[in-house]
């Protein structure tokens, strides 16, 4: 008798002693971090996620990076076996070349190589080989081994700061080297180095288009890096190395990575025990002795506004040597930040596949105001504001379709701060319109439409208005008014122009009826049906046509590039949210939009990769599984939205059909798992679907709404279990398949009963 309890107090005493899975404990950094393999059929690759160390929306993405050339906007894909070192700043599941990767901080031992080394050189340079095996990725830390050095490395980061933890070998000649010329997508044009003390080195580094980076300098990113950088180890045998680049040289990404300019930075001189150097191409190093498993610590803040204020950022956010702090302080934030919205039921393969989305969806629009407020403008001065938090990387005609609508729910004062941002960048630009896809204040012109609109009458809609929202008017209506379907009624041999521009005439329509200036209303609710204007009676489809109303020779639906972006004709056809009764006329009724949307998703391959059908790969088709609850087939807009959560995500590094897009993808993701997503952002309607998690809470932000939780019930779930029998919101049967925003945040509770 005595064993048995024995036995259970053991059982109690060991059950007492597991900690349960925290939310944060499910998230795999690594999924999505892969851009092209053997295994990639499309133009776009996977995720190009990067797998290391951030805070939400932070300022500091310090991560591997693989090798600087191509389409690798990331700086890291799991295809390549080597790495050039560990930058601080990065993008997430961009295209377009990318950018940022600044501060590339890497540990060697041996000889001194200036450059990182290229395929086409015998000499590998400073970058070393690495395997998978010896790599992990957490939230909040990163860690891998430097074969060709027996280095391991660990990071982490602070919302404005970054720590690196390396564990050198024994070594008469060990080192830590910075490449300050080093920028995705191309480089930095021009670089300053202080040396502060025997511990501590500044400086910034200029990253203008004329150095390439965002749409190899088509995107008008510019902007300097700045950093305050402190190092465990006294800097006694330190140097800075230098090359003078010929005028005629460009600076962009082609040459940056070709031979001959490699060779020429191999051949970098040497400026030892220097006290401060400017120039053109410089890299800082410092060597020393190390014993076996000595380690090394180094630790920097970062700014776009002053050494100063990088200073400040590293000394709030990392003001002691304690890696382990760093990486918890990391986790409680995440943490923190999670609690918006958490799920129960589902497989651990759900859980990992939801939360990290959700991480995902946490990157950006990042803070880039230091801790003193600072922040540097459009209008190229220092700027501080205490009213909203200045905030970068709008990737617009990804994020209005599904990230900014989750934010609206679990974060609205980011949308709130989003909107300011973007406003502050229409006055002070002089433009008085918005950037469509906005990078470190550059209007970049990347993609199409006019997003930023979408958002902001989305948010206004939803009662998120802390901002000037007569202003926020006028730079709708402006961006409407500059870019448009105005002579003609369509945009000449563009039908996803066409479309999308229709789309943000009716959500500033609908702007216009909200602030009851109606008689404006008429006008742009009209313009949104210019989208009619393209629909051609021959072929049944939209199809674009020149000015002077002669259609396009006709390739049939499905070949892209057929007045298309990204797309072809049958799959951007579907974008019509703000009128689908009218899309429905325009197709010959119910039964014909039934049948061909039956038809766009039979014929989608099963894998769901980057094909000519239902595309989830690529944003324009995003919203069109739920487009079936709006034509009466709401039981295949929870077939395919099940379906696509388990098919085209995964808990590997292919576990994003597509480029991540700055948190889209994912967005997509959270919410259609939770059972929720929109169709038309700015009618302030969720379609509901079938949630893949038995249970969902959401915690609602009080500053901005009234309820304090909303609760999504899914009884009787499981694989079987994906249709909806019957529905109750806050115990009243529910007889529609769509939920109001008010509904949501008023607080309550969704119940369903699935069924097979």
């Given at each position: 008798?005595?064993?048995?309890y024995?036995?259970l107090?053991i059982?109690?005493?060991?059950?007492g002693c597991?900690?349960?899975?925290?939310?944060?404990?499910?998230?795999?950094?690594?999924?999505?971090?892969?851009?092209?393999?053997?295994k990639?059929?499309d133009m776009?690759?996977y995720g190009k996620?990067?797998?290391?160390?951030?805070t939400?929306f932070?300022?500091?993405?310090l991560?591997?990076?693989?090798?600087?050339?191509?389409?690798?906007?990331?700086?890291?894909s799991w295809a390549h076996s080597?790495?050039?070192?560990?930058?601080?700043?990065?993008m997430?599941?961009?295209g377009w070349?990318?950018?940022?990767g600044?501060?590339?901080?890497?540990?060697?031992?041996?000889?001194?190589?200036?450059?990182?080394g290229?395929?086409?050189l015998?000499k590998?340079?400073y970058?070393?080989?690495?395997?998978?095996n010896d790599?992990?990725?957490l939230l909040?830390?990163?860690?891998?081994?430097?074969?060709?050095?027996?280095i391991?490395?660990?990071?982490?980061?602070?919302?404005?700061?970054?720590?690196?933890r390396?564990?050198?070998?024994?070594?008469?000649s060990?080192r830590?080297?910075?490449d300050l010329?080093?920028r995705?997508?191309?480089?930095?044009?021009?670089?300053?180095?202080?040396?502060e003390n025997d511990?501590?080195?500044?400086g910034?580094?200029?990253?203008?288009?004329e150095g390439?980076?965002?749409?190899?300098?088509?995107?008008?990113?510019d902007?300097?890096?700045?950093?305050?950088c402190?190092f465990?180890k006294?800097?006694?045998d330190?140097?800075?190395?230098?090359?003078?680049?010929p005028?005629d040289w460009?600076?962009?990404?082609?040459?940056v990575n070709?031979?001959?300019?490699q060779e020429?930075?191999?051949?970098a001189e040497i400026h030892?025990?220097?006290k401060e150097f400017?120039?053109?191409?410089l890299g800082f190093?410092?060597?020393?002795?190390?014993?076996?498993?000595e380690?090394?610590?180094?630790k920097s803040?970062i700014?776009?506004?002053?050494?100063e204020?990088a200073?400040?950022?590293?000394k709030?956010d990392?003001?002691?040597?304690?890696?382990e702090?760093?990486?918890a302080?990391?986790?409680?934030?995440?943490?923190?930040?999670?609690?918006?919205?958490?799920?129960?039921?589902g497989?651990?393969?759900?859980?990992i596949?939801?939360y990290?989305?959700?991480y995902?969806?946490?990157?950006?629009?990042?803070?880039?105001t230091?801790?003193?407020?600072?922040y540097?403008g459009?209008?190229k001065?220092v700027?501080n504001n205490s009213?909203?938090?200045y905030?970068?990387?709008f990737?617009?005609w990804?994020?209005?379709r599904s990230?900014f609508p989750?934010?609206?729910?679990i974060?609205?004062?980011?949308?709130?701060?989003?909107?300011?941002?973007l406003?502050q960048?229409?006055?002070l630009?002089?433009?008085?319109?918005?950037?469509?896809?906005?990078?470190?204040?550059?209007?970049?012109g990347?993609m199409l439409?006019?997003p930023a609109?979408?958002?902001v009458v989305?948010?206004?809609?939803?009662?998120i208005r802390?901002?000037d929202?007569e202003?926020a008017?006028?730079?709708c209506k402006?961006s409407v008014d500059?870019?448009?379907?105005h002579?003609?009624?369509y945009?000449?041999?563009?039908?996803?122009?066409?479309l999308?521009?229709?789309?943000t005439?009716?959500?500033v329509?609908?702007?216009?009826?909200s602030?009851n200036k109606n008689?404006?209303?008429?006008e742009y609710?009209?313009?949104?049906?210019n989208?009619k204007?393209?629909?051609?009676n021959?072929v049944?489809w939209?199809?674009?046509?020149?000015?002077?109303?002669?259609?396009?020779?006709w390739?049939?639906?499905?070949?892209?590039?057929?007045?298309?972006?990204?797309?072809?004709?049958?799959?951007?056809g579907?974008f019509?949210?703000?009128d689908i009764?009218g899309?429905?006329?325009l197709?010959?009724?119910k039964?014909?939009?039934?049948?061909?949307?039956l038809?766009?998703?039979?014929?989608?391959?099963e894998?769901?990769?980057?094909?000519?059908y239902?595309?989830?790969?690529n944003?324009p088709?995003?919203?069109?599984p739920?487009?079936?609850?709006e034509?009466?087939l709401?039981r295949q807009t929870q077939k395919?939205?099940?379906?696509?959560?388990d098919?085209?995500?995964?808990?590997?590094?292919?576990?994003?059909?597509g480029n991540?897009?700055?948190?889209?993808?994912?967005?997509?993701?959270?919410?259609?798992?939770i059972?929720l997503?929109?169709i038309?952002?700015?009618?302030?309607?969720?379609q509901?679907?079938?949630p893949?998690?038995n249970?969902?809470?959401i915690?609602?932000?009080?500053?901005?709404?009234k309820?304090n939780?909303f609760?999504?019930?899914?009884n009787n779930n499981?694989?079987?279990?994906i249709y909806?029998?019957?529905?109750?919101l806050n115990g009243?049967?529910?007889?529609?398949?769509?939920?109001?925003?008010?509904?949501i945040v008023?607080?309550?509770?969704?119940?369903?009963?699935?069924?097979?």
């Open positions: 008798m005595k064993q048995k024995l036995v107090l059982f109690f005493v060991l059950m597991t900690s349960p899975k925290l939310s944060i404990d499910y998230v795999n950094p690594i999924i999505g971090a892969i851009g092209y393999d053997e990639s059929n776009h690759g996620t990067f797998p290391g160390a951030t939400p932070g300022m500091v993405q991560s591997p990076d693989t090798r600087t050339v191509g389409n690798n906007g990331s700086g890291y080597i790495i050039e070192g560990f930058s601080f700043t990065h997430s599941g961009v070349g990318g950018d940022l600044n501060f590339l901080v890497t540990p060697t031992t041996g000889k001194l190589y200036t450059n990182r290229s395929d086409s015998k590998n340079g970058r070393s080989k690495f395997s998978h790599e992990k990725a909040g830390y990163y860690s891998v081994l430097l074969e060709d050095y027996n391991n490395v660990e990071l982490s980061a602070a919302p404005r700061s970054g720590i690196l390396f564990t050198f070998p024994e070594n008469d060990s830590v080297q910075i010329s080093r995705v997508g191309g480089t930095s044009t021009e670089q300053y180095i202080k040396i511990s501590t080195i500044s910034w580094m200029k990253c203008p288009p390439g980076g965002w749409g190899n300098g088509r995107g008008k990113a902007y300097t890096v700045y950093f305050y402190q465990s006294p800097l006694s330190y140097g800075v190395w230098s090359v003078d680049i005028d460009e600076r962009k990404r082609k040459t070709g031979k001959s300019y020429l930075v191999a051949k030892k025990s220097v400017q120039g053109e191409h190093f410092t060597n020393f002795k190390t014993y076996e498993k380690v090394v610590i180094v803040g700014s776009f506004v002053s050494a204020n200073k400040t950022n590293l709030k990392i003001p002691d040597w304690n890696f702090k760093v990486v302080d990391a986790k409680s934030l995440w943490n923190d930040a999670f609690k918006s919205i958490t799920v129960e039921g497989t651990d393969r759900e859980k596949i939801f990290t989305a959700l995902h969806t946490m990157i950006d629009p990042r803070d880039i230091d801790s003193n407020g600072d540097y459009i209008d001065n700027n009213n909203f938090t905030r970068t990387i990737s617009g990804d994020v209005f990230q989750l934010q609206t729910i974060n609205p004062s980011l949308v709130n701060d989003e909107i300011n941002s406003m960048m229409a006055e630009s002089g433009k008085k319109y918005f950037p469509r896809w906005e990078l470190l204040n550059s209007y970049s990347c439409g006019n609109v979408s958002v989305d948010a206004y809609e939803k009662g802390n901002y929202v202003k008017f006028e730079y402006n500059t870019f448009g379907n002579e003609h009624g945009t000449l041999n563009s039908i996803s122009h066409t999308e521009y229709a789309y005439d009716w959500c329509g609908r702007f216009v009826e602030l008689d404006l209303s008429k609710y009209e313009r949104s049906k989208y204007n393209i629909w051609s021959e049944k939209f199809r674009p046509k020149d000015e002077n109303g002669i259609w396009a020779k390739k049939g639906k499905t070949v892209h590039w057929q007045g298309t972006i990204e797309c072809n004709p049958y799959q951007q579907w019509v949210p703000h009764t899309l429905t006329e197709m010959g009724g039964d014909s939009i039934q049948k061909e949307l038809w766009f998703f039979e014929k989608t391959p894998d769901i990769k980057w094909n000519d239902y595309n989830h790969a944003e088709v995003h919203h069109v739920f487009l079936f609850n034509i009466g709401p395919w939205t099940r379906y696509i959560c098919v085209a995500y995964g808990t590997d590094v292919y576990g994003l059909r991540e897009d700055v948190g889209q993808m994912s967005a997509w993701y959270v919410l259609a798992a059972g997503h929109p038309n952002p700015g009618d302030n309607k969720y509901i679907t079938s893949v998690f249970k969902v809470e915690q609602l932000d009080n500053m901005y709404y309820g939780k609760s999504i019930i899914a499981s694989k079987e279990n909806i029998k019957s529905m109750k009243k049967k529910l007889n529609r398949y769509w939920i109001t925003h008010e509904e008023n607080g309550g509770k969704l119940e369903l009963e699935m069924e097979k």
